[in-house]
């Protein structure tokens, strides 16, 4: 499928990073200002690590099997700061991670620390499993919340307190095969590029005879709420007690992406794809436009033909996937105190950001653009600033307990109205009547 926009090594995710950019193409700037820090209400008022010997596990989903080195260098340098405190690293494919993790804290043997996305973080927060770090975090001198991100941050909170800090972030583009444009005689995407403008050059970009496909975008949850945002929609009300996506917003969203390949003949269907997924097709040449994350660029290094990036197109507004990824300690841990020094390091330490941005192990969710100057002058893509300029306008997952029911109820009514077994409003109004079930 290419990836389904949970994040790779976790679609949610992440995946969060930096700071509000400028827009244009211009290298990013630091955030004007940041949310403050969560008010001291939690378990520890201030944190005091002890000198005697601690054993803090860590599980992770994101370092193995390509990262491992990355993280051991990360462990020791921390272990080289705290000589009392020894890291134990445990890894799961991301496949079987969550269900471990679930399966773990049913069991009370839960890891001291361990790697969240934003996808799975709310029900765990809300269910008491995570270390409350608000009033830890306050009572800490040497912490600053301007430290990362401020979405990113704010994204690992709930009820107004601190449960994770921002690990990792990760935010989708419109890639594009500039061989193909140049052959078309079609000008590359801009940033001011709508629907429309991406429709219009999709279409002249399609060779039918020769294989080649205008654009591929999934018509998935994923990409609906992100293109709801685009057309100025709401996923739910104002206060998350009822859904807004069957709204006309909502229905014009989810018919441009089916039209894609339904009306407008631009975007391969599944029976025309043959089996080939959507990363292999851009690979092949045979892909002109192609919406995808940013964890694609080692894979497309070397690539046959030059490619670049661009800002997806907006209708009413722009705006961008954001996926994070966070760190969190259980709320059993017998260490709190160590397990705050550990997360801090792993989110924010300059060992941390250095080994991200050189491995391309995903980017940390920093605010210090400073750090991310080599990883700007990495090519391919020429335009990697638009990674960080697609941060001003973010769509964030929408988030309820019962997450992995919402998204199927939705994926299967989008399934429907592709495949002309209902109309999009009615499978819409389906998809809401059932959601909104959930929510009571």
Request: net charge negative; with cysteine; glycine share 6%.
């Amino acid at each position: 499928m290419g990836i389904p926009f949970r994040r790779t090594a976790a679609t949610v995710a992440v995946a969060a990073l930096v700071a509000a950019c400028a827009s244009g193409g211009s290298t990013p700037t630091p955030p004007a200002s940041t949310p403050a820090s969560p008010a001291a209400s939690s378990q520890i008022a201030t944190p005091t690590p002890t000198a005697a010997p601690v054993t803090l596990t860590y599980f992770t989903f994101s370092a193995a099997p390509d990262h491992l080195t990355d993280l051991t260098n990360i462990v020791k340098a921390f272990e080289a700061k705290y000589p009392n405190i020894t890291i134990t690293v445990q890894t799961a494919a991301y496949a079987d991670y969550f269900t471990k993790l679930q399966t773990d804290f049913a069991a009370g043997s839960a890891p001291d620390t361990f790697e969240t996305d934003y996808g799975d973080f709310v029900g765990y927060a809300e269910a008491g499993s995570l270390l409350d770090l608000s009033g830890i975090s306050a009572g800490d001198s040497a912490f600053s919340a301007s430290t990362y991100y401020p979405k990113a941050y704010a994204a690992f909170q709930n009820s107004g307190k601190l449960f994770a800090l921002p690990e990792s972030f990760s935010d989708v583009l419109l890639f594009y095969n500039k061989d193909l444009f140049d052959k078309a005689g079609v000008a590359y995407p801009t940033a001011s590029w709508t629907w429309a403008d991406e429709l219009a050059a999709a279409k002249k970009l399609t060779n039918s005879a020769q294989g080649i496909w205008g654009i591929f975008q999934p018509v998935s949850f994923f990409e609906f709420f992100k293109v709801l945002d685009q057309n100025g929609g709401s996923f739910f009300n104002a206060d998350n007690t009822q859904v807004t996506f069957n709204s006309p917003a909502g229905v014009a969203a989810a018919q441009f992406l089916i039209d894609k390949a339904n009306k407008d003949h631009v975007m391969p269907t599944a029976a025309q794809m043959g089996g080939q997924d959507d990363t292999a097709l851009f690979k092949s040449g045979k892909l002109a436009m192609w919406v995808n994350g940013i964890w694609q660029f080692t894979g497309l290094a070397q690539a046959p033909f030059k490619w670049d990036v661009q800002l997806e197109p907006g209708n009413v507004q722009k705006a961008a996937h954001f996926f994070a990824n966070g760190v969190a300690a259980s709320a059993k841990t017998a260490h709190p105190t160590e397990a705050w020094e550990w997360l801090k390091f792993l989110s924010a330490s300059p060992d941390s950001v250095t080994a991200r941005v050189n491995s391309s192990w995903e980017l940390p969710a920093v605010s210090d653009q400073s750090l991310f100057s080599s990883y700007l002058t990495q090519t391919p893509p020429a335009s990697r600033a638009a990674v960080f300029d697609s941060l001003a306008n973010v769509a964030l997952q929408p988030i309820i307990a019962q997450e992995s029911q919402m998204q199927d109820i939705v994926n299967k009514a989008l399934q429907q109205a592709q495949l002309g077994q209902s109309t999009v409003q009615d499978a819409l109004n389906s998809a809401a009547q059932q959601v909104n079930a959930l929510l009571k």
